[in-house]
């Protein structure tokens, strides 16, 4: 896993963005897993301005997103899929039978193995976060390095800090769906971000501690491509 520390947030979401853009120059066709959560923020806001000024655009790519949560209204802004449009998709022009997300409404089995066969052999890039546990999309500890798209139970840490998302304290869900370690691992590019010094400890363990199901971030280090890109807060124990 390389590691490319940005000295301040911005440099940090300037970097990633621009090598986004480029992928997306190169190959407009580019098919994307995406993340939500707070830490890609910069880098989605950068991207729509990009867009905007025509140095890139995501009519021709595919985007699928990471993982959902379940058991919410279809309209909550908590899910991902609604943060995702707010936060990119409602700002370019995606059309929509190229984004891939989670419909939760019928059997979760079934909608779980039509992903895992839309994304087939695999993306040409993944972008993640990483939780403060080192779970990636919801791969908790314990998911196993051939993992697939799945439904999962979030750990009592991942719930509690999803109060961030839905703004509220009661009634968070407690389970979702994500795409697999295993799914992740067959991108060709895995680009995972972390920002602030609330994620330096897990950055330390993943980047120098040992390769395991305990701290999913870990599996990654297999992964022949993999960068993890960082601010300097973030790199204090890497
Ligand atoms: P965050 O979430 O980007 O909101 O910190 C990351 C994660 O839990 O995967």
């Given at each position: 896993m390389k590691l490319e520390r940005a000295a301040t947030l911005d440099a940090w979401a300037d970097l990633v963005t621009g090598l986004l853009v480029q992928r997306l120059q190169r190959t407009p066709t580019l098919r994307m897993c995406l993340p939500t959560g707070l830490t890609p923020v910069p880098i989605y806001d950068r991207l729509s301005a990009a867009v905007a000024r025509r140095d890139a655009s995501l009519e021709h790519a595919t985007i699928f997103l990471l993982d959902e949560f379940g058991?919410?209204?279809?309209?909550?802004?908590?899910?991902c899929d609604n943060m995702l449009r707010r936060g990119l998709l409602d700002r370019l022009a995606v059309p929509p039978a190229q984004f891939h997300r989670f419909d939760?409404?019928?059997d979760v089995l079934q909608e779980c193995a039509a992903y895992e066969a839309a994304v087939g052999d695999g993306c040409d890039i993944t972008l993640l976060g990483i939780g403060?546990?080192?779970?990636?999309?919801?791969?908790?500890?314990?998911?196993?390095?051939?993992?697939?798209?799945r439904r999962v139970s979030l750990a009592a840490a991942t719930v509690t800090a999803s109060a961030r998302y839905f703004n509220r304290e009661h009634d968070l869900p407690t389970w979702g769906v994500t795409m697999g370690v295993g799914t992740i691992l067959r991108s060709r590019e895995i680009w995972l971000l972390a920002t602030g010094p609330g994620k330096a400890a897990i950055v330390g363990q993943t980047l120098r501690?040992?390769?395991t199901p305990d701290v999913p971030?870990?599996?990654?280090?297999?992964?022949?491509n993999t960068i993890l890109f960082t601010d300097e807060a973030a790199a204090a124990l890497a």
């Open positions: 058991g919410v209204a279809p309209s909550d802004p908590g899910r939760l409404t019928g403060s546990n080192g779970h990636i999309g919801m791969n908790e500890p314990g998911s196993s390095p051939d993992s697939a798209t501690g040992a390769i971030a870990s599996l990654l280090r297999s992964h022949g």
